[in-house]
């Protein structure tokens, strides 16, 4: 059964004639949100010990907490990184997933080294089969929004994000198209919203309602709705690991959220885009399951900021695909690809997006 709490208005406009309608949303007002609404696929479990920094990686539901904004005068999600013996992390998941629709979320970053952050929806289950782009029977995986304070040669990103979409699972099938590392619309401890639109024919990015990306991908799988904090091994993907990121009442990375919700146009209401309940358990993922209820691995005001600084080629374009095309005001800031943390089960290693 979807969930509808108030009916607060997505930052994108609706298509002509039609209205959109409220599936999910969550504007974090009450502790006990976490309890009906989210779930921590990963458990608490120990994930791998990083050599470098000489600490273990651990899975902890407690990252994810309400806190209050003071700012705001409201309660936020936050989720983040924290450490006591060990690096502590984890990756929230809404219960319920959704399909064809809007997905949109009101974020905040704090960054630190060797850790990144993110928004991003992925299925219960996906398949590892080898297939181009287009429809994916399989499911994919949508990054939003991945943020992080540093870099693999540590140089400072902190004022950018990226995104990106992947299938075909994480071992020797995995695809990867539409890595940007744009600008945040802010600076990224200011609030900005960051929204996915996913239909039948493709994917739009959309941060601060100004449309930042485009793919010719797109599922009929469902997706759950993630934020998560992910510590990867020293001199990966998001630099050296930290000795320490602080204790839980003040630790040094986080990704915070004021609301996220999904919505679905009058199109879409009678179609494959319905919701459904996860009965996910606790335990990793084989990413060569088909059945959509089985457990999740993972391993992502207009401003005039948001200029895609594209990284990997685009796909070539049929006519009919033209809506879809990325927009081209991109520059190259990056010679290669970055490596990418880990998104298969634990003790898997991790790959570079194609």
């Given at each position: 059964?979807?969930?509808?709490t108030?009916?607060?208005?997505?930052g994108?406009?609706?298509?002509?004639?039609?209205?959109?309608?409220?599936?999910?949303?969550?504007?974090?007002?009450?502790?006990?949100?976490?309890e009906?609404?989210?779930?921590?696929?990963?458990?608490r479990?120990?994930?791998?010990?990083?050599a470098?920094?000489?600490?273990?990686?651990?899975?902890?539901?407690?990252?994810?907490?309400?806190?209050?904004?003071?700012?705001?005068?409201?309660?936020?999600?936050?989720?983040?990184?924290?450490?006591?013996?060990?690096?502590r992390?984890?990756?929230?998941?809404?219960?319920?997933?959704?399909?064809?629709?809007?997905?949109?979320?009101?974020?905040?970053?704090?960054?630190?080294e060797?850790?990144?952050?993110?928004f991003?929806?992925?299925?219960?289950?996906?398949r590892?089969?080898?297939?181009?782009?287009?429809?994916?029977?399989?499911?994919?995986?949508i990054?939003?929004?991945e943020h992080?304070?540093?870099?693999?040669?540590?140089?400072?990103?902190?004022?950018?994000?990226?995104?990106a979409?992947h299938?075909?699972?994480?071992?020797?099938?995995?695809?990867?198209?539409?890595?940007?590392?744009?600008?945040?619309?802010?600076?990224p401890?200011?609030?900005?919203?960051?929204?996915?639109?996913?239909?039948?024919?493709?994917?739009?990015?959309?941060?601060?309602?100004?449309?930042?990306?485009?793919?010719?991908?797109?599922?009929?799988?469902?997706?759950?709705?993630?934020?998560?904090?992910?510590?990867?091994?020293?001199?990966?993907?998001?630099?050296?690991?930290?000795?320490?990121?602080?204790?839980?009442?003040n630790?040094?990375?986080?990704?915070?959220?004021d609301?996220?919700?999904?919505?679905?146009?009058?199109?879409?209401?009678?179609?494959s885009?319905?919701?459904?309940?996860?009965?996910?358990?606790?335990?990793?993922?084989?990413?060569?399951?088909?059945?959509?209820?089985?457990?999740?691995?993972?391993t992502?005001?207009?401003?005039?900021?948001?200029?895609?600084?594209?990284?990997?080629?685009?796909i070539?374009?049929?006519?009919?695909?033209?809506?879809?095309?990325?927009?081209?005001?991109?520059?190259?800031?990056?010679?290669?690809?970055?490596?990418?943390?880990?998104?298969?089960?634990?003790?898997?290693?991790?790959l570079m997006?194609?």
């Amino acid at each position: 059964m979807a969930t509808q709490t108030g009916m607060r208005e997505p930052g994108l406009a609706p298509k002509t004639g039609q209205s959109w309608h409220n599936v999910f949303m969550d504007d974090f007002s009450t502790p006990e949100s976490l309890e009906t609404k989210w779930r921590h696929p990963m458990g608490r479990r120990k994930w791998k010990w990083d050599a470098k920094s000489n600490k273990e990686i651990h899975w902890e539901p407690y990252c994810a907490q309400i806190v209050p904004d003071p700012d705001g005068g409201k309660s936020v999600l936050r989720v983040c990184v924290f450490s006591d013996w060990f690096h502590r992390i984890d990756r929230l998941a809404t219960k319920e997933t959704f399909g064809y629709g809007y997905y949109e979320a009101r974020c905040r970053f704090q960054g630190a080294e060797g850790m990144h952050s993110a928004f991003w929806l992925l299925p219960d289950g996906m398949r590892d089969n080898p297939v181009p782009p287009g429809q994916i029977d399989g499911g994919i995986e949508i990054d939003v929004v991945e943020h992080r304070a540093k870099d693999g040669s540590s140089a400072d990103v902190s004022s950018h994000g990226n995104t990106a979409v992947h299938w075909g699972g994480y071992g020797a099938n995995h695809r990867s198209v539409a890595f940007k590392l744009m600008r945040l619309p802010d600076t990224p401890s200011e609030w900005a919203t960051y929204g996915l639109l996913h239909e039948p024919g493709g994917l739009k990015w959309y941060w601060n309602g100004k449309e930042v990306n485009s793919a010719r991908v797109w599922s009929p799988m469902p997706n759950g709705i993630y934020f998560s904090t992910e510590v990867n091994e020293s001199g990966g993907w998001a630099g050296q690991d930290l000795s320490s990121y602080g204790p839980i009442d003040n630790p040094a990375g986080y990704i915070e959220v004021d609301y996220c919700g999904f919505w679905q146009l009058s199109d879409y209401s009678s179609s494959s885009s319905t919701t459904t309940t996860s009965t996910t358990s606790t335990s990793p993922l084989s990413v060569a399951v088909p059945s959509r209820h089985s457990a999740t691995p993972r391993t992502s005001s207009t401003s005039d900021q948001c200029t895609p600084e594209i990284v990997s080629p685009p796909i070539p374009l049929r006519p009919e695909d033209a809506e879809f095309a990325a927009p081209e005001n991109g520059t190259l800031t990056d010679g290669s690809p970055p490596l990418r943390p880990s998104k298969s089960p634990p003790d898997s290693r991790s790959l570079m997006d194609e």
